[in-house]
């Protein structure tokens, strides 16, 4: 089970679960955040107390990967199947992102 923090405007926002390697997985927001009013790092993440649940990477945290040549320098630099989105996203994490939401290694 791999795990990465989903952080917005730098504030944890909730954790990111590979349950089974290359499928199932997980998003739940943590509590903190919820009470402080914080906002949903995507339209299709809507908050709520219960976590989300899907068989694959949910689309908005597959937009957050590289495309193309770059996806393909990258997974040969660490190795990585480019099938394996959590692994790429991994090794992306901490890295600088485009908008307000980030990932980072728990």
Do not use: H, W
Not at 31 to 57: D, I, R
Not at 76 to 104: C, H, P, Q
């Amino acid at each position: 089970m791999r795990q990465l923090g989903v952080y917005n405007n730098e504030i944890l926002a909730g954790v990111l679960t590979e349950q089974v390697p290359g499928r199932g997985y997980a998003f739940a927001y943590d509590p903190a955040y919820l009470a402080s009013g914080g906002t949903p790092v995507s339209v299709t993440l809507p908050l709520q107390p219960a976590p989300y649940e899907a068989e694959s990477l949910f689309p908005f945290f597959v937009n957050l990967l590289p495309e193309g040549a770059n996806r393909t320098l990258i997974c040969r630099k660490f190795r990585l199947d480019e099938e394996d989105l959590f692994g790429l996203l991994t090794v992306m994490s901490g890295g600088d992102f485009i908008g307000a939401v980030n990932v980072r290694a728990i």
